[in-house]
Nanobody, 127 residues
Framework: QVQLVESGGGLVQPGGSLRLSCAASGSTLDYHAIGWFRQAPGKEREGVSCINRSDGSTYYADSVKGRFTISRDNAKNLVYLQMNSLKPEDTAVYYC????????????????????WGQGTQVTVSS
């Protein structure tokens, strides 16, 4: 069974940057869509970004547009989330998720659409 593992979380000051990685134990090619989600304490999990394998199209939640960038390197079986200009409200556990058939679109990044999940990595933005 292909598993997803996140890494790269940590503590960063407001305005700083972090790059999260999502590694697939098999191949990222097994997933057409790979997305990033986050869950802050006391809040529901929200979709942050998604990327499609077939055409490389990407989608972002309004709260992170212009600050976060998702990319995938299928040769290395990695998907990245580059996070810049971080704010305290970005503090959350970040999860990557994949689905073999989903084509993510501007209709929304919904957790029920993704079949496989990682365990999450903590991101804390604080001075």
């Amino acid at each position: 069974q292909v598993q997803l593992v996140e890494s790269g979380g940590g503590l960063v000051q407001p305005g700083g940057s972090l790059r999260l990685s999502c590694a697939a134990s098999g191949s990222t090619l097994d997933y057409h869509a790979i997305g990033w989600f986050r869950q802050a304490p006391g809040k529901e999990r929200e979709g942050v970004s998604c990327i499609n394998r077939s055409d490389g199209s990407t989608y972002y939640a309004d709260s992170v547009k212009g600050r976060f960038t998702i990319s995938r390197d299928n040769a290395k079986n990695l998907v990245y989330l580059q996070m810049n200009s971080l704010k305290p409200e970005d503090t959350a556990v970040y999860y990557c998720a994949g689905d073999p058939e989903l084509y993510c679109s501007g209709d929304g990044i919904l957790e029920e659409d993704f079949a496989s999940w990682g365990q999450g990595t903590q991101v804390t933005v604080s001075s």
